[in-house]
């Protein structure tokens, strides 16, 4: 699935549920899980400096190339926020993206994002 199609899935997901998305392609309401927004969401999609759909995209395609450069698909989320935390403004979009294109499988005492299968 390419970030067109998911970008596509999140505003109807969105349409559905009755919220509201932008025009920049990100509802600051969603959180990428299906669910409900969460008190830690950073994400005002509409402020000044905030993620267009481009920069969506390519955040997206970044995180998916990372993620297939390491050894099982997978990397812990503080390697993750050491490699894009320079470059990200939008925490709650990141999240957002992250959440869609990797799955956190925790183990005894580990945790990893891993990419999940469609995007591998």
């Given at each position: 699935m390419d970030s067109q199609t998911l970008l596509q899935r999140i505003r109807e997901r969105d349409a559905a549920a009755g919220t509201t998305t932008t025009t920049r392609g990100v509802s600051p309401e969603a959180d990428g899980d299906g669910g409900s927004p969460t008190d830690d969401d950073d994400s005002d999609g509409d402020a000044p400096g905030g993620a267009t759909r481009g920069d969506a995209e390519k955040i997206l395609d970044d995180?998916?190339?990372?993620?297939?450069?390491?050894?099982?698909?997978?990397?812990?989320?503080?390697?993750?926020?050491?490699?894009?935390?320079h470059v990200v403004r939008d925490k709650g979009l990141f999240r957002r993206l992250l959440k869609q294109a990797a799955r956190l499988e925790k183990g005894a005492g580990t945790a990893q994002w891993v990419l999940r299968d469609h995007f591998a």
């Open positions: 995180i998916c190339r990372f993620l297939r450069d390491r050894p099982g698909g997978a990397a812990p989320t503080g390697l993750i926020v050491d490699a894009f935390g």
